[in-house]
């Protein structure tokens, strides 16, 4: 059985240099350990999606330009989380508001090729399904 996300949880980007923390908002009043649970529509940038350090694809035009300036030398420059979409696949058959829970095994694209993985879901000893 997945384990549930919840604030806190640890994210990685294939793209990015570090990890981030995300953090959903207590809005759905559902709480998994005493902390918000996710969903999969969760991936607002800077809110839900903290930036992951340095971005390091080609895709993002700010990476581009830093590197066609550097006459080809890949230059990253600050990731600025861009979700393609939502989490997928979410939990099976626990819903929040009639929205699937993200699990440990949730990912999430991003516009500029990465894909964020979920690194430690945060809930330690609550399983969903």
């Given at each position: 059985?997945?384990?549930?996300?919840?604030?806190?949880?640890?994210?990685?980007?294939?793209?990015?240099?570090?990890?981030?923390?995300?953090?959903?908002?207590?809005?759905?009043?559902?709480?998994?350990?005493?902390?918000?649970?996710?969903?999969?529509?969760?991936?607002?940038?800077?809110?839900?999606?903290?930036?992951?350090?340095?971005?390091?694809?080609?895709?993002?035009?700010?990476?581009?330009?830093?590197?066609?300036?550097?006459?080809g030398?890949?230059?990253?420059?600050?990731?600025?989380?861009?979700?393609?979409?939502?989490?997928?696949?979410?939990?099976?058959?626990?819903?929040?508001?009639?929205?699937?829970?993200?699990d440990?095994?949730?990912?999430?694209?991003?516009?500029?090729?990465?894909?964020?993985?979920?690194?430690?879901?945060?809930?330690?000893?609550?399983?969903?399904?």
């Amino acid at each position: 059985m997945p384990n549930p996300v919840v604030t806190g949880a640890m994210a990685m980007c294939s793209f990015g240099v570090a990890p981030s923390t995300l953090n959903f908002l207590p809005t759905k009043r559902v709480t998994v350990e005493g902390r918000p649970v996710g969903t999969v529509p969760d991936t607002i940038p800077a809110v839900n999606i903290p930036p992951f350090g340095m971005c390091t694809s080609l895709a993002n035009p700010q990476v581009a330009a830093a590197t066609s300036a550097a006459l080809g030398v890949l230059t990253p420059m600050p990731c600025i989380p861009t979700m393609a979409g939502p989490w997928k696949p979410g939990a099976t058959r626990t819903m929040v508001g009639g929205l699937p829970v993200l699990d440990a095994a949730s990912t999430c694209n991003c516009a500029y090729g990465g894909v964020v993985t979920i690194s430690m879901p945060g809930a330690v000893r609550t399983q969903v399904s």
